[in-house]
Structure formats: C-alpha cells, structure tokens
C-alpha cells in the first residue's frame, strides 16, 4: 500500500522501533519519592510514593488535574522540596547540588522576578548567584531576550510589563546559565494561543538545539503532544503517576501537526487517561 503524499502526512515513528533503539542514559531518577504536607486539617498527601526515569536530552511533559501534584514533583526535582521517603537524584548528584552548579533551569508558575531589577538584569541574575561575569554573557543575555520577544523591554521592571511578558523573562532568566536540566510549571499559562504556539515552537528548537533535558508541567494537551517524548499523566488524592504515554512523532515538529488526525487522536487518549479511563489498547 502507498504513503499518503507526505504533506498530509506529517512523519511518524512506530513506537516500537524506537524501544529496539540502544536506551540513552537516564538524567533524572525519583524513586519512591512522596510527599506530605502537615496542614490545619491533618495530614495532606501531596505525592504518594512516585518513581520517574527521566533519559538524558528527552523531553517529559507532567498533566494532570489541579492539585495532583505537578509542582509538588517538579520542586522536589529542583531540591526546593525534600521528599519524605525515596530519593530524587540528577546525573547521580542532589538536586540542591546540581542546581548550585548552574546546571538547573527553573521556570515555576509565578514568574517570580525581582521587581526593582529590569528585564536585562531579572534574566541576569542567575549569573551573578554563580559568581559568573555579566559582562562576559551580555550578548547571551540580550539573544535570550530577542528570543523571548521583549527586545526594546530590556530596561523595563516587572510591574510594567503584561503577566505573559514576566513570564517570557522567566523562561529567558532558566536559560542563561545553559542549564542541561530544564524544569518549567506552566510557563505558557498567561500567554495567548498565538504567542504560545511559537514559543512551543522556539522551546523544540532550544531543547533539540541544547539536548537540554526538559520536564514541562501544562495544562495544555495539545502543548504535551507537540513537545514531548513521553507523556506523565497524573491523578489526585493522592497524587500519582497514572499512566507514562509516548508520543511518536518525528521531529522536528512543525505547527501543521496541531491539526494532523494523528495529533487529535492522541490528544484525546490522554483526555481519556486524564479522565482516569486508562489504557484503551
Ligand atoms: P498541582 O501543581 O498539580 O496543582 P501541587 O503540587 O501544587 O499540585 O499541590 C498538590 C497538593 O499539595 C495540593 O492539594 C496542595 O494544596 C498541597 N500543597 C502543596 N504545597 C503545600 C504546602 N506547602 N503546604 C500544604 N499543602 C501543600
Ligand atoms: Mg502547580
């Protein structure tokens, strides 16, 4: 039987063939790692104990309803959130360590800018925690901010810019110190559907371009299927791995692919596996 002509076809890898391939080493391990928070009503179970291999240069995205702790994993990823039992190691080091070595990009939620420093000196930061030269990544600093699309806001201060545009010097601010670990919370959130297709896209050209190994948490389904290798659909009360789905789609990825029959057949696997109906195969 023929290919369909490949402009209706957007290439795509059996999944299959990809497990027969030699397995890449593993970045990040959780094993059995939980979390519980003491609150005025007793005792909360963030995490149950959840185990997670992250390979090196892949890229995972974590869904999952409110409250399933999304960030609960990613700040025990980053060594901001010790977990109660289990271990959570990067290339063989603490997170904390890791981090401190300038190998950790950070992204969360709430852009968390300092708000008396400018946009240049917000994404600048993280270099002089590092005990790193300004001066020396000036360049770097001002692609960061080319890329992120606030060129002309370099002097601007936070409270001056939209919650899209801190959210863009946040993602910048993650990549000044070439992190080969890359965590983001839902660092599209505040941005229109326009603005975060292309930054879905410019995020698959700086991970594959850096093989920076990269855990994004989103509410977006479509933004896991077009971003990641392998899907971590998670479920509340407790908190836990529900299902670990893998998204064969060759790369690079173009934006044609958000409206590929293929695409919106495995979108709506994982909103069925979010809907806690498991494997359907
Ligand atoms: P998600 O990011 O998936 O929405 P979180 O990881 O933020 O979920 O939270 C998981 C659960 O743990 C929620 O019920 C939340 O209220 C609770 N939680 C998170 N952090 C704390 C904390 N510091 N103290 C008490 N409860 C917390
Ligand atoms: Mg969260």
């Not at 519980?36 to 185990?51: D, N």
């Not at 409110?66 to 109660?84: N, Y």
């Not at 400018?118 to 002089?128: C, D, K, M, T």
Request: hydrophobic share 40%; with cysteine.
């Amino acid at each position: 039987m023929n290919a369909l002509p490949a402009r209706d076809y957007p290439a795509l890898e059996p999944v299959d063939s990809r497990e027969t391939r030699p397995q890449p080493p593993v970045d990040l391990i959780i094993d059995q790692a939980g979390k519980t928070f003491e609150t005025a009503r007793g005792p909360m179970v963030a995490l149950a104990p959840i185990s997670l291999k992250v390979a090196k240069g892949s890229f995972v995205a974590l869904i999952g309803p409110s409250g399933c702790g999304k960030s609960t994993l990613l700040r025990m990823a980053a060594g901001l959130e010790q977990p109660d039992n289990g271990a959570v190691l990067i290339r063989g080091k603490h997170p904390e360590q890791f981090r401190r070595e300038g190998e950790l990009g950070i992204a969360f939620q709430d852009a968390a800018l300092l708000p008396w420093r400018s946009v240049f000196r917000n994404i600048a930061f993280p270099l002089q925690i590092l005990g790193r030269s300004v001066k020396a990544h000036t360049d770097k600093i001002h692609e960061l901010i080319e890329l992120v699309g606030l060129k002309g806001h370099e002097d601007s201060l936070p409270g001056q810019l939209s919650g899209g545009m801190r959210q863009r010097v946040a993602i910048a601010r993650s990549l000044v110190s070439d992190p080969s670990v890359l965590l983001l919370d839902e660092p599209f959130g505040a941005l229109d559907q326009i603005l975060r297709r292309t930054m879905n896209v410019e995020l698959q050209r700086i991970w594959a371009a850096r093989q920076t190994t990269t855990i994004l948490v989103t509410h977006g389904i479509d933004e896991a299927v077009f971003l990641a290798d392998e899907v971590v659909v998670m479920q509340a009360k407790p908190g836990r791995i529900a299902e670990i789905i893998k998204i064969p789609f060759a790369r690079p990825r173009t934006p044609e692919l958000f409206s590929h029959p293929h695409f919106h057949a495995l979108c709506d696997r994982l909103m069925a596996s979010l809907h806690g109906e498991g494997h359907t195969e």
